[in-house]
């Protein structure tokens, strides 16, 4: 099984180019706010300003590609580093801002926005996913549900009975594996005996694709086609997009202590934003100019997320039991009054 690529390291074509032009601009926009995003939440964090935050340098186009395949009515369920992903699915600016700040509000996405919360808790998001899949095919709902998870996720229960139960019944769901090369610590080759994890899907009687990571339109193209299929009612797919985490773990990691930097200069080399620069610039439809105007509404946007964020006011002691059941139980309600009180 061959690895699915449209668009080399240095941003050649290779074959022919599966979408517009005018789409092409708009994964290169959404990918460049997606890494603007990711470098200014390094900042915040070092500033302060945000907790520990697990940046995605280098999987911009796993994240974003995929992303512009769902309809705003489809569901998007994210492990933790998906902030591009959900970036790019509607989840406002100033929402991730408070997230990333363990904000109450952080977790209160606004009406429309099919994002579930991020999942700290590995490989657990999977299983919910295909239930919410389910949930709308029981409803009559339309939507396909896409679930991401990494390498390292892959190597838990939870993966496999997602993905068993996910082709037992059909259910419209996309699984996204985005092969990093790192489980933390750990290279894919020391947790897994076969480090093609697309070669799994055979045995859950699905389709597996496996795509370059680092092409935008490679990523698009496949989680488009996995979508329809899904949408048709032909069941799940599993897309392993293989990447590369430039940056740490988490802004509290230290990867100079387990793997060779050299290797993460050299594979800087191939990341997404640079490849589709190239890109653009060789079939003529991207300059100077227009990456000075970009720079500057990404520059904008930020500036106005954080003044959202920074105003938002403190939430109240007691809401730190609210919205975890539909109704407060006895333990809670006496909780919620203690804490309103005192």
Known sequence: MDTVRFVSPKGEVVGELPISDEELL?????????????????VLQRQGRLGVYAPYRGQEAAQVGT????????????????TAAALTHGLPHSQLLLYWR???????????????????????????AVGLAMAGRFQ????????????????EGDFHEALNFAAVYKAPVVFVVQ????????????????????????G????????????LVACL???????????????????EAVTYRLAPHTTSDDPLRYRDEEETVRREEEEPLRRLRA???????WDDEREAALVARLEEESRAALAVADATPEPPPESIVEQVFADLGPDQRRAWEALREG
């Open 279 to 285: 890109l653009l610039a060789a079939r003529a439809v």
């Open 26 to 42: 708009a994964g290169y926009e959404a990918v460049a706010r997606a890494r603007h995003f990711d470098e200014r939440a390094v």
């Open 102 to 128: 363990a904000h109450a509000e952080g977790w209160n996405y606004p009406e429309g926005v099919r994002v579930l919360p991020f999942y700290i808790p590995i490989a657990t998001q999977l299983l919910h």
């Open 179 to 202: 092969n990093n090369g790192w489980a933390i610590s750990v290279p894919t080759e020391r947790q897994m005996g076969n480090v093609r994890i697309v070669d799994r899907a055979v």
């Open 140 to 155: 009559e709902e339309p939507w396909v549900t896409m679930v991401y998870v990494g390498d390292g996720g892959t190597s």
């Open 204 to 215: 859950y009687g699905m389709p597996g694709v496996r795509v370059d990571g680092n092409d």
């Open 67 to 82: 992303a512009m395949a769902l309809l705003p009515s489809d569901w998007m369920v994210p492990s933790y580093r998906e």
């Open 221 to 239: 193209v496949t989680a488009r086609e996995a979508v329809e299929r899904a949408r048709r009612g032909e069941g799940p797919t599993l897309i």
